[in-house]
Structures are given as structure tokens and as C-alpha cells.
């Protein structure tokens, strides 16, 4: 893995010259679920302290009998216990009397609203549950799951977990090929989808590409569709024996389906995450240890009390979804609020207006959305009533401190406290961040470490660096809702993440911290972008380009961007005989959108007659990203040839942006 220092960049060099501090208020301390001593006890016994919370947030089919084997890097949590996720996110709600408990409240990006409580839930899950049965599906068969933000995602992702059917969601605007190569790496024998979804005022069919999909994916016996457009999705074409509509067959279903016990460490789900290379990893997530992390962090960074309206703003297709918008929150029989469509749509009020009219409490983000509220004014948020709202979160990318500051005054109205929370895919649950209530928070600054957690800054030799250094973010003890491995590839989970350091999980993220042990986290390190709170990996991006025809050779690199934290730069070296030319450009940008999906359409396109590379013929994307910064070239003595950058230089004035 070829691993790079981040050029400094300027807001970082912003971020490290803040040194603001927010206390937390005295009346917000003494109602905050966290406590300082949450931190002494796990430091005290962290395996002790995680047993301790495991045997009072689960309800245990069978208690577990050891707490943690750590053959590294293999973690085993609460070994011996069998449990069903649903029934920890639904029944025991119900039978300890929450069932008319608001569990969502939906909102249609038209404007239709639904309320699902926690009766409903339960009824919904076990006739979704009894449908897949009814198809074929069985404990350990796995699920496809292609959805808008609907309440039938969520009931789906349940429905799975009661059968013990690990589920794989694919976020909607992923392409067709991309849902196939999902399907084929799970082998998922059913495919869970809609008729599409509204986005942006508009109705946006799904179907079509699933029906693409399902051309190469032999091991989907079945496809189970959800009506949101009905009229609207001209292009909706139901298979004769293949396809089934979710009200033919959920809704004539009995409402009783018996939870599975499984073992804690079930497979509960697959998620893909970018990584270094052009294919994507498939994180696996279990059962048990999962629910005791996002539960716990839920409960304690979000301050969640029975009356909370939360509301996460995520897609449940990533795993800020997966963990907060789902498993989290239903573990503690949470409101939460679900919102289908764009922020700004049918006007950027639209979040601030959902917020006055159920009177959200907790709000969580990402920072793209708030840099992108903060291009509309103060004016829209200030038109509401957002005096509901009492904690703010933040996730995905590195807080500016600018952004920070006016999500706490013009949302936060200068006095609620903001959590930017700091983990991964691969972590399933929030590592690190502040507790509201106890922790002093510095715009920009993740904090420190969830209790029980052991973190640290490392030099490239994986010695620790002492405060006020910087150097690569890593993890020096297991936890529970970590990744069980990679699907299919323990070679490359060892490789990935357990090699570059031995002993010590690694990141990919750089990482300072300063004279009082504050982390404030610098980006990554390797090859992957973030764009807008999401992964993408440059090489993904590369083999993308060079798939199609006109192109012999492509780089890509992250640039700065003011709204979106990273932009895709793709430099493009044509075939002979094809000629630059915006037509082309366009057509490439589309051919991406078209491969990964539209997240990963490059903004800028640059052709280019060569690239750099060393001499052992590697590109040197850190030379590219000068270029693409308009930066003066950093070291260029390991080029193979020196007088391609100038070449690359002379053309790059001529970068179309999108
Ligand atoms: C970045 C999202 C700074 C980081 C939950 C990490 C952050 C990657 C923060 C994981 C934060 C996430 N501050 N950077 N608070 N949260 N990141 O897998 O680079 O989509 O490695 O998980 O996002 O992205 P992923």
C-alpha cells in the first residue's frame, strides 16, 4: 500500500490554529446521561467495562460466557451468547409497553408524512420476515437491499436480521454494475428494492437498474419490490416468477414471525467501503459486539433520553446509516426522524422547516451539508423555530473550524453542544469523540477517545508521538462493533489494516494531537478521497476512466474544495488517434457516473500527453496534487522524467471543471 504524508493544506493549517474551548454548561452537565467516571471504569477492566454494558443493554436469548478472544486479528465478542437483533430493536420495546412509541417519522420529499411506531414495527418486520421465508430465504442466505430512504428499508434490513439473513445495502445511486458486482460477491439470492424514489422534486426510478443488474448476478432467485412511484415509474417492469411487489406478499402475510436466536458473532451485515485498490472491500459486521457498541455510543455522544426526536441525516445505505439511523436507535427505542429527498428541496429551508414541525432535538450531519447551508445564509435557518434542538453532530470528514462555528450559532443557537464524532465503516460504531456534558470541545477537533477505546498518533515506525505531534491514527485494542474481516479475502484484512503497524490497527487517517491530547484529525493517507462525507478510492476512479475506449492511461487525485472537502481530479492520457475534446470530457464524466455511480463523476478532467511516475513506473500522485492545486512542485528528484510535469503544467490551465 503506498502510503503518502498529506501535503498541508489550508484549512488544516486553520484547524491546528484554533484553540477555541467550549466547556460544557453546568445545566446541560448535570442532565447529561455521560458521566466523567464512564471513562475510569473502562480504563480501569476495558473487557470488564464492555461486559458490564453487554449484559444491561442486551436481552440475551443465551447469556455469553467469555467477553472477548483476540487472536489478532481476529476479535470474538461475547462468546457462548445467542440474541436476535430485531428483537433488541422491536419486541422487547413493545412488550415492555412502548409499542405506540413513535420509532420514525417519515417524511416524502413531496411531502406525504408517515408515522411508524414501534407496534408497527413489529408487525411490519415479522410479515416482511414471513415473506422472505416464503421466498426461499433461510439463516445465513444473503439479502440485497437497493432502496430510497423509505420506511420499507429499514422493515427490510429487520426483516433480515430476525432470520439471521445478513443483509448487503447498496446505496440507490450506486449503478447497475455496481449492485452486480455486490450481488455476486455476497451471492445474495434475493434483491429487496423499490420502484424508485423523489429526489429533487423529481421521481427517480430504481427498477431499471436492478433489471441491468440482474443480467449477470445467477444466484438472485427472486427480486421483492416496493410501490413509491406506482404511475410515475414508467419503466417498472415486474418479471413474470422472478419479481414480486412487497403489498402482493408482505401485506398477506400472518404477524408472527419467531425471532432467530443467533450466535454473537453472526454474520448481521456486508457493507463495501472504498479502499486503495480499484476493488472495493466488503466489511463484514456481527451481532452482538455491533449492538453493544452503536447502542451504547448512541445513548451516551447523542445524550438520547426517552422524549428525543433524533434525527441523523445520513443515507442508510452507508454505514452512518447503518449504525445511527437503524441499529443504534432502535436498540434504545428511539423517535427518530427519516427524511427522503435532498436538502434543498423544494428550498434550502427544507431541513430547518422538518426540524420546526417535529421538533427534532438532536440533528446529526455532515459537514458538506452544513458548508453548503452556510452558502445559503443565516436568513433561512433564522426564518425557523429551531429552538428544539439541543445536541449537533457531525460525521464523515474533518469539522472546519468556520463551519463548526456557524452550526453553533445559527443552528445551535450558541448553546448546544456538538459532537464531531470520528470513525469508519470498518469501526461500526463512533471511536472518537466528544461526551457532551464532560468534554470541553475545540472547533475541529474530534476529541479523544470513546471510553474503553485505546488510541494513539504513530511515526512511520509506529513509535507514539508525543503531544503536540502529528503523524498516522491507530487503534491499540479491540472493541466491540469492530470489522470481523474482510468477506472472502483474512489475507488482505491482515494486509490492509493490521500490517502497516504490527500489533496496531491502521486507519488510513493522519493525525495531531495537541498539548492537552485533543485528536483533531487530518484526512487520509492513502489513496482514497472523501467527498462530501463519502470514500472514494482514486485507483476505482482510475479503472473506471481507462474502461472506456478513448482512454490509455489515467490518474486521479483529491483537490480541496471548499463545499465538498475533496473534488475528484482525473488527468486523462488518450489512445492515438482520439483528440481532447469537451464532448469527450463530458463523456468520460459520464462513463464513471455510469460504472461506480454518480458520487464519483470527476469535476475536473484534465487531458494530459503523459503523467509522472517514478522510475519503477508508479504515478506520483502527490506531484499531481501540486498540480492540481496550483501548488509549487514538492520533491521531484524520483521522476523518471523531469519534463513531464512541465508538459502536464502547460495544459493544466486548460482543467474543464463540471
Ligand atoms: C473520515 C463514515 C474527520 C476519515 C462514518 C475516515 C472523519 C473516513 C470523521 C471513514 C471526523 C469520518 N473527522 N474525518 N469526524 N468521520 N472521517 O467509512 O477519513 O464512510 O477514515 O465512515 O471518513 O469514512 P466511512
Known amino acids: 500500500m503506498s502510503i503518502e504524508p498529506s501535503p498541508p493544506k489550508p484549512e488544516i493549517e486553520a484547524l491546528l490554529a484554533e484553540n477555541r474551548t467550549f466547556p460544557p454548561s453546568a445545566a446541560f452537565a448535570a442532565q447529561a446521561n455521560a458521566k466523567k467516571d464512564l471513562y475510569d471504569e473502562a480504563e480501569k477492566d476495558f473487557e470488564a467495562f464492555w461486559a458490564r454494558v453487554a449484559r444491561e443493554r442486551v436481552d440475551w436469548a443465551e447469556p455469553f460466557t467469555t467477553t472477548l478472544e483476540w487472536d489478532l486479528p481476529f476479535a470474538k465478542w461475547f462468546g457462548g451468547g445467542k440474541l436476535n437483533m430485531s428483537y433488541n430493536c422491536v419486541d422487547r420495546h413493545v412488550e415492555r409497553g412502548l409499542g405506540s412509541k413513535v420509532a420514525y417519522h417519515w417524511i416524502g420529499e413531496p411531502g406525504d408524512t408517515r408515522t411508524i411506531t414501534y407496534a408497527d414495527l413489529h408487525r411490519e418486520v415479522q410479515k416482511a420476515a414471513n415473506a422472505l421465508t416464503e421466498l426461499g430465504i433461510r439463516t445465513g442466505d444473503r439479502v440485497a437491499i437497493y432502496m430510497p430512504m423509505i420506511p420499507e428499508l429499514p422493515i427490510a434490513m429487520l426483516a433480515c436480521a430476525r432470520l439471521g439473513a ?113 476493488k472495493p472491500k466488503v466489511i463484514i459486521h456481527t451481532t452482538a459486539g455491533y449492538l453493544v457498541g452503536t447502542s451504547l455510543t448512541h445513548e451516551m455522544i447523542f445524550d438520547v433520553k426517552p422524549d428525543d426526536v433524533y434525527w441523523c441525516a445520513a443515507d442508510v445505505g452507508w454505514v452512518t446509516g447503518h449504525s445511527y439511523i437503524v441499529y443504534g436507535p432502535l436498540a434504545n427505542a428511539t423517535t427518530g426522524v427519516m427524511y427522503e429527498g435532498t436538502p434543498d428541496t423544494p428550498g434550502w429551508d427544507r431541513w430547518w422547516q422538518i426540524v420546526e414541525d417535529f421538533k427534532v432535538t438532536i440533528l446529526y450531519c455532515a459537514p458538506t451539508a452544513i458548508r453548503a447551508f452556510m452558502k445559503q445564509g443565516e436568513a433561512l435557518p433564522a426564518k425557523h423555530d429551531l429552538s428544539s434542538l439541543r445536541v449537533l453532530g457531525s460525521v464523515g470528514e474533518p469539522i472546519n473550524p468556520e ?18 464524532t470520528w470513525w469508519q465503516t470498518e469501526t461500526g460504531m463512533i471511536l472518537i469523540t466528544p461526551l457532551p456534558g464532560v468534554t470541553a470541545t475545540k472547533p475541529g477537533s474530534a476529541t479523544f477517545p470513546f471510553p474503553g477505546i485505546a488510541a494513539d498518533v504513530v511515526d512511520g515506525d509506529g513509535a507514539s508521538v508525543p503531544l503536540g505531534g502529528g503523524g498516522y491514527l491507530v487503534l491499540n485494542r479491540p472493541w466491540p462493533a469492530m470489522l470481523r474481516g474482510i468477506y472472502g479475502d483474512p489475507a488482505r484484512y491482515r494486509e490492509t489494516y493490521w500490517s502497516r503497524f504490527p500489533g496496531m490497527y491502521f486507519a488510513g487517517d493522519g493525525a495531531k494531537r495537541d498539548a492537552e491530547g485533543y485528536y483533531w484529525l487530518l484526512g487520509r493517507v492513502d489513496d482514497v478521497m472523501n467527498v462530501s462525507g463519502h470514500r472514494i478510492s482514486t485507483i476505482e476512479v482510475e479503472s473506471a476512466l481507462v474502461d472506456h475506449k478513448a482512454v490509455a492511461e489515467a490518474a486521479v487525485v483529491g483537490k480541496n474544495d471548499p463545499l465538498t472537502g475533496q473534488a475528484i481530479f482525473a488527468f486523462a492520457i488518450l489512445r492515438a488517434g482520439r483528440e481532447p475534446s469537451e464532448q469527450l470530457g463530458r463523456e468520460l464524466r ?55 510535469v512541465e508538459a502536464i503544467r502547460e495544459h493544466s490551465g486548460s482543467a474543464e471543471e463540471e
Open 166 to 278: 445478513p443483509h448487503t445495502v447498496v446505496f440507490g445511486g450506486f449503478s447497475a454494475e455496481a449492485l452486480a458486482g455486490r450481488i455476486n460477491d455476497a451471492e445474495a439470492k434475493l434483491v429487496i428494492t423499490a420502484d424508485g424514489g423523489w429526489r429533487k422534486g423529481k421521481p427517480a426510478e430504481l427498477k431499471p437498474a436492478v433489471d441491468t443488474a440482474l443480467a449477470e448476478t445467477p444466484s438472485v432467485r427472486h427480486v421483492l419490490v416496493v410501490r413509491r412511484l406506482g404511475d410515475r415509474a414508467p419503466a417498472c417492469v415486474m418479471a413474470e416468477g422472478r419479481d414480486v411487489w412487497w403489498h402482493d406478499i408482505v401485506e398477506r402475510q400472518a404477524p408472527e414471525c419467531p425471532p432467530v436466536p443467533v450466535d454473537s458473532e453472526h454474520m448481521l451485515y456486508l457493507l463495501y467501503t472504498s479502499g486503495t485498490t480499484a
Open 403 to 420: 463551519a463548526w462555528l456557524w452550526y453553533h450559532e445559527n443552528i445551535g443557537r450558541g448553546n448546544a453542544p456538538i459532537v464531531d
Open 590 to 644: 459520464e462513463h464513471v457516473a455510469q460504472v461506480i455511480g454518480p458520487i464519483a463523476r470527476p469535476k475536473f478532467l484534465l487531458f494530459t500527453p503523459d503523467l509522472p511516475k517514478t522510475r519503477s513506473g508508479k504515478i506520483m500522485r502527490r506531484l499531481l496534487r501540486d498540480i492540481a492545486e496550483g501548488r509549487t512542485l514538492g520533491d521531484t528528484t524520483t521522476l523518471a522524467d523531469a519534463s513531464v
